[in-house]
């Protein structure tokens, strides 16, 4: 079944120390997005790709790092220059429509949390 | 001014009842909008596109307002298994925004 693959699923994490969360899609969508929710609020857009080799930065992508090597792959590394790191992560593909539309879809997230 | 603002409710109704939701935003050039439904400590799932025309799907019934830049989801004969949060997305230039999500709680 073709999906979006995110791991781990959770982790904890010391301060001061860098974590990376993986994104596998088997969809062959061009463009892949991580973004981050915290509670009572909606998402927010950390880094994007459209095209492997190439991202850019979101609305909140101090402390964060990404890397598209890979058209399937999106990793997100979270530094310890981010001071808040604890929230749910969720990566994401998209793909245009008949419609002419991108819709999303979402991985099932990578819960970060730092003690 | 956030880009899409939506009530956080919660919207508590019995089953059998019809609700609506509301979203607005704020960038007449937007291009497309949705409404994705989201449970407790799951990720957002893709419940309907908005289309300019109005679209149904069952039960519910998304509306799109270009004009006053707002977008509507009717929900009709509510079901214990619609209790989720629902979030307003809108789309500009591969670049997508959302609410912060209305919660709704449906009880027998």
């Known amino acids: 079944d073709g999906g979006i693959t995110q791991s781990p699923k959770y982790l904890f994490r010391k301060e001061g120390q860098n974590v990376t969360l993986s994104c596998e899609q088997n969809?062959?969508?061009?463009?892949m997005y991580w973004y981050r929710q915290d509670p009572g609020q909606g998402l927010r857009l950390i880094y994007y790709s459209q095209i492997v080799n190439d991202f850019q930065k979101g609305d909140i992508a101090e402390g964060y790092s990404v890397s598209r090597e890979k058209k399937e792959s999106f990793p997100l590394t979270v530094t310890s220059a981010q001071k808040n790191p604890t929230a749910f992560y969720l990566c994401?593909?998209?793909?245009?429509?008949?419609?002419?539309?991108?819709?999303?879809?979402f991985g099932a997230g990578s819960r970060l949390t730092v003690l | 001014r956030k880009e899409v603002e939506q009530d956080p409710g919660p919207f508590n109704v019995p089953e059998g009842a019809t609700v609506a939701f509301n979203c607005t935003y704020s960038?007449?050039?937007?291009?497309?909008f949705f409404w994705y439904r989201q449970d407790c400590r799951k990720e957002p799932k893709l419940l309907m596109s908005v289309y300019s025309s109005g679209n149904e799907d069952g039960r519910f019934t998304a509306q799109l307002n270009r004009a006053s830049q707002y977008i509507s989801l009717l929900i009709r004969d509510s079901k214990l298994s619609d209790s989720a949060t629902y979030l307003c997305?809108?789309?500009?230039?591969?670049?997508?925004?959302f609410g912060s999500g209305t919660k709704l709680n449906v009880k027998p």
């Open positions: 997305v809108v789309n500009n230039f591969n670049k997508f925004y």
């Open positions: 960038n007449s050039a937007s291009q497309s």
């Open positions: 994401a593909s998209s793909v245009k429509q008949g419609s002419g539309a991108n819709v999303l879809t």
């Open positions: 969809l062959n969508h061009d463009a």
